[in-house]
């Protein structure tokens, strides 16, 4: 046998190994130039008819051969494996760019801005707005709100609780009230404060009722505030929120947490004419809205303020049924939907 084809057929396979264009191209190519039936296969075969001397080198210059064929067919590998790697990525990638742009697609939910709105509307007034934890204790939501254990208006509070630490020790709050306790121990009085948030209950969804739902808490301590100064502030921050003068009016009512207590309702902004009477207020003229009254000394004390010194009002109202009422929407299901056709009109 001789070895003279040798070159010639080391030049061939390089190139076909150099001109392989993908993973697969190149495993024929592998087979072809080292597989059982390739040419230098055949001539390793020839090599037991040869003298041992002459064997020997021929069998050096073979395996020489075989090496660098390898070797190349493993280079070309790692080139066309990377760059196999690299068309996938780009085929799968997911082009984000239009939110990273000037115009984002969305927009804020109607509850956020409703929200935020009410929130920029007491900044205005000298109010500071607070948020807290929607896992809240059972001191928090209802014992320092004065509801001792088995106070029967707990059961008006249809609560989640979760399990953690003692039995029905920690809970999701039932109403943003346990925030008036936070910030009287945050901070000294006099205090102009809102607090919106979260709140859950157990309630089945209807068109009134979800089982999450929001709030804003307001909390005023000074010396000397009283009913006088709650009714102003409900009509200031009404009248500033739908655009045009509107009246409130207390209900004699009952929370723990405040005594007195009122229920409050506001003129309906709804109405052609003031007190008219129109399809949102069921023809009566007014909107009830939430609860409010005089802070409860025993709040106070479980607040860390001294009854004897400072007094204050409190109220709490459900930013849901705000928003459902001015936008008329007609069921607060709506708002946990996600529909496209609602999101878009708000
Ligand atoms: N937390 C009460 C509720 O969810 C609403 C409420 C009533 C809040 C009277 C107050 C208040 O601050 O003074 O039903």
């Known amino acids: 046998m001789n070895l003279d084809s040798l070159p010639d057929l ?32 055949a001539l390793n075969q020839g ?13 050096a210059l073979l395996n020489e051969t075989r090496g660098a064929l390898t070797q190349a067919l493993a280079d070309r590998r790692e080139v066309l494996a990377a760059e196999e790697h690299r068309q996938r990525l780009e085929a799968e990638r997911l082009d984000l760019g239009e939110t990273i742009g000037s115009s984002l697609p969305g927009h804020a939910h109607l509850i956020s801005q409703t929200t935020e709105a009410l929130e920029d509307i007491f900044l205005g007034m000298g109010f500071q707005v607070f948020h807290g934890p929607e896992v809240e204790t059972d001191w928090y939501n209802f014992e320092a709100l004065n509801f001792p254990p088995a106070h029967p208006a707990r059961t008006m509070h249809d609560t ?6 003692e039995a029905e020790s ?16 945050s ?12 709140c859950y209950r157990r309630d089945t969804p209807d068109a009134r009722h979800l089982p999450t739902f929001h709030q804003i808490e307001a909390l005023v301590i000074d010396r000397g505030i009283s009913l006088g100064h709650l009714a102003g502030t409900i009509e200031a921050f009404t009248t500033a929120y739908f655009g045009r003068p509107i009246e409130a009016r207390l209900r004699p009512g009952y929370f723990p947490f405040t005594e007195p207590s009122a229920e409050f309702e506001i003129s ?28 409860h000394p025993n709040v106070l004390r479980a607040g860390g303020i001294d009854p004897e010194e400072w007094t204050g009002f409190a109220w709490g109202f459900g930013i849901d049924r705000l928003a459902m009422n001015r ?10 939907d996600n529909d496209i056709r609602l999101l878009r009109q708000f």
Not at 160 to 165: E, I, P, S, V
């Open 187 to 198: 901070m000294k009085p006099p205090i102009y404060a809102v607090m919106p948030g979260r």
């Open 327 to 336: 936008h008329d929407i007609d069921d607060l299901r709506h708002f946990l």
């Open 160 to 165: 989640f609780h979760l399990n953690l630490g």
């Open 47 to 59: 090599l037991g008819r040869l003298e041992p001397d002459a064997r020997k080198a021929a069998g």
């Open 170 to 185: 920690v809970l999701l709050r039932t109403h943003t009230s346990p925030m008036q306790i936070r910030v009287m121990q």
């Open 268 to 295: 309906c902004p709804f109405c052609p004419k003031p007190g008219a009477g129109c399809r949102v207020c069921s023809q009566s003229g007014w909107i009830e809205l939430g609860g409010c009254g005089m802070v």
């Open 10 to 41: 080391r030049a061939d396979a390089l190139a076909r190994i150099a001109g392989a264009q993908d993973l697969d191209a190149l495993k024929a190519v592998d087979v072809a130039v080292l597989g059982r039936k390739a040419p230098i296969t």
